[in-house]
């Protein structure tokens, strides 16, 4: 009966885990992105959309050394290849931004008790004083977060926008291609309004992400209220 309860338990922990992860956003982008990329992988290479791909276990791109070598290059995009070419376009956008655009007058004017991480980092180490190192700590995780969530929300959408511009031809449809045509078929007036509302969602949601990902200008400054303090802003 333990040995019992406690699979039951781990069950429980499981599903729970899965959950939060499902309902969290950054995991929707990731499954998205890699539903989306091997769904490209196999038009290139095997001619077979994913919906397709999977009709037989015997089709020749089922197997385990193709899903290893998949997985790698999941891996190899989302850590390196995504992240490293969104940078060089925020430094290409920034370069044009601040040559033309920038102006020392219309920058943003943070009030008292903003400061660089940096600068406080340094003077609460001398000082000992844990109370800024805490929120510090805080706001570079709250960074580090944002900028892994701008990473896959810029791989999803440029994978989005290969597997639907890009990719696929009259013979031979990617999935996004696929979804689209949704909006030519009639399922009812509420089932035909649900689709469009939900591709709409996904289209505006892609420029925003693309424009957040891709926005040249970041000042990285963390608030500290404390009135006793020197600002050096």
């Known amino acids: 009966m333990a040995d019992s309860g406690s699979s039951i338990s781990k069950i429980v922990a499981s599903s729970t885990s899965f959950v939060e992860k499902a309902v969290e956003f950054r995991h929707f982008m990731l499954f998205t992105t890699f539903v989306l990329l091997l769904d490209s992988c196999l038009v290139?290479?095997?001619g077979k959309d994913l919906l397709s791909s999977f009709d037989s276990l015997n089709e020749p791109e089922v197997n385990a050394a193709n899903a290893i070598?998949?997985?790698g290059?999941?891996?190899f995009s989302m850590a390196l290849l995504f992240p490293a070419l969104r940078q060089i376009i925020r430094l290409g956008i920034a370069w044009v931004y601040f040559r033309w655009f920038w102006s020392s007058e219309s920058k943003?004017?943070?009030g008292d008790g903003w400061h660089y991480p940096s600068?406080?980092?340094d003077e609460a180490?001398?000082?000992k004083d844990g109370f800024?190192?805490?929120i510090i700590a805080k706001h570079e995780e709250e960074t580090m977060n944002k900028h892994i969530n701008l990473n896959v929300g810029f791989a999803l959408v440029l994978v989005f926008a290969v597997n639907f511009l890009v990719i696929g031809s009259e013979s031979l449809n990617t999935l996004t291609q696929q979804a689209a045509l949704l909006l030519d078929k009639d399922f009812g007036f509420w089932i035909n309004r649900l689709i469009n509302a939900g591709i709409c969602v996904f289209v505006i949601f892609s420029v925003i992400m693309l424009g957040l990902s891709l926005n040249p200008v970041e000042e990285d400054k963390v608030y500290i209220p404390s009135d006793d303090r020197e600002s050096d802003v």
């Open 44 to 46: 290139i290479f095997f």
């Open 69 to 71: 070598v998949f997985v």
């Open 73 to 75: 290059v999941f891996f």
């Open 108 to 110: 943003n004017e943070y």
């Open 119 to 121: 600068i406080k980092k």
């Open 125 to 127: 180490l001398k000082n």
């Open 132 to 134: 800024v190192l805490d």
